[in-house]
């Protein structure tokens, strides 16, 4: 059983910075490819970023030259995974539910696409106005 649990949403003004962390706990060895959605009101999922096993990043469009994607094992616990977002330059049609995922496929390759990925954390508010 895998957990993921999301933290780091909040309000900031546009051109502000926000780093979304994710812990992911339990058994994160199944953890291939992980990434980041998000849902704004009245809108369907997006994938924003992905990262495979090996590292490599996947960015759509909106994320390009202003969001970084990176991923780590704790320091402290062997069976924790740590997943960040960085954000920069962030603007008002950012503003949306963002959720952390994993994908436990074999060959998974860090796609955007949310029905390649096996869990999800609860969702963490990134307001930008």
């Known amino acids: 059983h895998v957990q993921l649990v999301e933290s780091g949403g909040g309000l900031v003004q546009p051109g502000g910075s926000l780093n979304l962390p994710c812990a992911a706990i339990g058994k994160t060895n199944v953890l291939n490819c992980m990434g980041w959605f998000r849902q704004a009101p009245g809108k369907e999922r997006e994938g924003v970023a992905a990262?495979?096993?090996?590292?490599?990043?996947?960015?759509?469009?909106?994320a390009k030259d202003r969001f970084v994607i990176a991923k780590a094992i704790d320091a402290y616990s062997h069976n924790r995974y740590n997943l960040i977002l960085l954000m920069n330059n962030l603007r008002p049609e950012d503003t949306a539910m963002y959720y952390c995922?994993?994908?436990?496929?074999?060959?998974?390759?860090?796609?955007?696409?949310?029905?390649?990925?096996?869990?999800w954390g609860q969702g963490t508010q990134v307001t930008v106005s």
């Open positions: 995922a994993a994908d436990t496929g074999r060959y998974c390759t860090g796609s955007l696409l949310d029905y390649q990925y096996d869990y």
């Open positions: 990262v495979d096993a090996d590292g490599r990043t996947t960015y759509a469009d909106v």
